[in-house]
């Protein structure tokens, strides 16, 4: 007879695999929950720079380089064109204000002032000619008066007898107007030449006035002429040291081109250029240091030009009280230019990390100094010893802040 089999109890061999693939799968949930799955990377520590992030004063100022100027650069250029004849003084040379530095020379402007004189003389025989003629025309119409004044005398005399003899009836009608006809022409010829002696002398005058305002006007053209002959010699227009006189003998000058230049040794003023990150902190009014000679001296922002060129923008320094001995034009100055009060701030050492991550993260080191972690900071000003730390950091805690270059996108470093 058949018998029942009864099913057997407990593991059997054809469920190991299903227990082993739900034991995997449990290890797999558990490293994907709870494991560290940040991408790594193993470092030399001799390699990098740590450098620990402190609670400190942050000075906020900028390192930039500054060369010494004359307080005062002043142009020389000739008022008149011409030929360089002789060059007075070299450059170098110390000048004072209207000592003559270069002659030149210009023919053409020699013959203008030889045709000036030669008008001016004419003109001055005109007037004269004139006056002459004008006096000759007064003497004969004073003549002509006289003729015309003894004329009318005549004929009223010789009027007023036959007036007196038609009354006696001793002379015809006829002589009687004859005569007074005579004479009331008489008398109106000597109301002419009055007339015209009064025309003749306002127009004389007026003539004469004319020719002695060209004639005014000719002399000054001549001053003007003969002050162009003494603008050829160029001159200097302020005490200073002459510097950069570009001119050569026979050569040819246009007005106002430049020939050289005067510098003003009685001050100096320092140029910087500076990096166009801190174009909308420079302000005119920012103090400033420099050390020279084992002292500090102060200057003062006063000229921020906006033009950026090569990435910098220009400005002018005054120096402030004391001036270092023996400076000079051309000398180079370290300047720490002051951009705001100093605070309290977490600090850490400037560092090549920066080029990299731009101030947005750092590598912060683990306290057993054997790994080091990537943590987002926030960086704001920096001057040329310190980056201010805004979050992301506690004092005391040390970070990377050599370059990260080789790192690539790895989160944690293993320091060996």
Known sequence: MDRILEKKKGLQKKHIPYVAGGAALLILLGWLILGDHSSSLKVDSRTVTIEKAQRGQFNDY????????????????PLESGNVDVKVVEEGAMVKKGDIIVKLTNPQLNMQILTSEADLAYQENQLRDTRVSMEQEKLNLRQERLQVEMNVARTKRRYEQYAALEKENLISHEEYLQAKEDYELAARQKELIYDRQVQDSIFRSLQIDNMEISLESMKKNMELIRQRVDNLNVRANIDGELGQLD??????????????QINDLSDYKIEAMIDEHYIDRVKAGLEGTFERQGKKFGLVVKTVFPEVRDGQFRTWCYLTGERPDNIRAGQTYYINLELGQPTDAIIIPRGAFYQTTG?????????????????????????PQY?????????????IVSSYETFGDNEVLILK
Do not use: H, M
């Open 62 to 77: 900028v390192r930039v380089n500054g060369n010494v100027l004359p307080i005062t650069t002043v142009q020389i250029s």
């Open 247 to 260: 001119v050569v003998l026979g050569q040819y000058v246009t007005a106002g081109t430049k020939v050289g």
């Open 387 to 399: 980056y201010e730390v805004l979050e992301g950091l506690d004092d005391g805690e040390r970070v």
């Open 359 to 383: 101030g947005s993260w750092i590598f912060v080191v683990s306290p057993d100094g054997k790994k080091a972690f990537r943590r987002s900071v926030k960086i704001g000003r920096q001057n």
